[in-house]
């Protein structure tokens, strides 16, 4: 290891060199000099005035289901939090989770315990706070409908701050714009439910996610934004895009929100297929679909 990998192992687990394909659900990506699993809240402390003092660009990384990385090497973190933030705390109908914990782990333990609101969550990939980042939602619901605060690291501070502060709207937070803000926790206010009805109800959905998605091919989930009055997906569809493919990026059969990796894609080739769909539909609809997926290390 060198000296900054040393440093940093003073207060974490520390890997380099890590292929950023094997942290996200894309598996596309190059690799990330240093990739840092922090134990607790002084560690990530300790860890964040390293990282400012040696100048070096950092990232969060969740469970990278909503990342598009490119193929250059990340000089810079990586900070995982699922490693050991994956705690949660329930007091009546109050939920208390950290930034490394399942959505669809929490989903299913408020199940058991007779709590509704995260049955829409119950399918997403994702940790807690990249949920509460990109305001992650289904079904017509999302993670703002439940968020009552959220526990950051600012300014060498942690603090609570109210939903009314986390300026949340479609697939949008102020965490997006705030890129130096970390979210360590979150706490949602639910509402008591039936839990065989809840169960039901996210088994349903089960089932059509599994119908309807291609769960067995590496992707980002639903790559654009819906406009308003038409979904993304009849858009693509009209274009005749269904099954198109360049290099190993193609749009899927079962879902044309999604584009896969079929066979060993790159970067380049899923940015290409994005930019034709947005070509292609901007001349036939006139139409501007913008990517819900979040580039990550880009030039």
Known sequence: MDQMANELAQFSQVETWVPLKNMTTLRIGGRAHYVCYPENTVALDSIMKMIEKAGLPYKMFGKGSNLL???D???????????????????????????????????????????SGLEFASGIPATVGGTAYMNAGAYKSS????????????????????????????????????????????????????????RDLMERRRERRMSSQPLDKPSCGSVFHNPENVPAWKLIEGIGYRGHRVGGAKVSEKHVNFIVNEDHANAEDFLSLVTEIQQKVKEQYGVDLHMEVEKFNWR
């Open 69 to 71: 990385c490119s193929d």
């Open 73 to 115: 090497d990340f000089e810079g973190v990586v900070i995982r939090l699922d490693r050991h933030f994956n705690d949660f705390y329930f007091k009546g109908t109050t939920v208390i989770a950290q930034a490394g914990c399942s959505i669809i782990v929490l989903a299913n333990e408020c199940m058991k315990n007779g709590l």
């Open 143 to 198: 993670m703002s409908d439940v968020i009552d605060s959220v526990f950051i690291y600012r300014n060498g501070r942690f603090e609570w701050i109210p939903v009314s502060e986390c300026e949340y709207s479609y697939r949008t937070s102020v965490f997006q714009k705030q890129p130096d803000w970390i979210i360590i926790a979150v706490r949602m206010q639910l509402k008591q439910g039936d839990p065989d009805e809840i």
